[in-house]
């Protein structure tokens, strides 16, 4: 049973950064696309980063490309997510994502599996 747990959120100021964890068991990270989306109050589910740790790649939406990144332990027990420069808008619940196999034009916030989200606020 795919079983994932997120924490790390927390309250930041414009400019700050966090770090996301996201504790994975009951599968194979290679056989898996592994991925982090987000809520905002009142808006839709938004796939932010995206990654394969068979191939190490890694996809980002553009408003969080060049200040989030995603990556795995070596283990590949634990999904991170990486925030820097975080902005007012970055405001939000996020929720780390598996889905098995590699979908033709992966999005996180369809994955089949999904933890618990943790809450980002970006304020001064």
């Known amino acids: 049973e795919v079983q994932l747990q997120a924490s790390g959120g927390g309250l930041v100021q414009p400019g700050g950064s966090l770090r996301l964890s996201c504790a994975a068991s009951?599968?194979?990270?290679?056989?898996?696309?592994l991925g982090w989306f987000r809520q905002a109050p009142g808006k839709e589910r938004e796939g932010i980063a995206l990654?394969?740790?068979?191939?190490?790649?890694?996809y980002y939406v553009d408003s969080v490309k060049g200040r989030f990144t995603i990556s795995i332990d070596n283990a590949k027990t634990t999904i991170y997510l990486e925030m820097t420069n975080l902005k007012p808008e970055d405001t939000a619940v996020y929720y780390c994502?598996?889905?098995?196999?590699?979908?033709?034009?992966?999005?996180?916030?369809?994955?089949?599996?999904r933890g618990q989200g943790t809450q980002v606020t970006v304020s001064s």
């Open positions: 994502a598996v889905d098995h196999g590699w979908a033709e034009n992966p999005d996180p916030a369809t994955f089949g599996s």
């Open positions: 009951g599968f194979n990270f290679d056989d898996y696309a």
């Open positions: 990654m394969s740790s068979f191939s190490g790649s890694t």
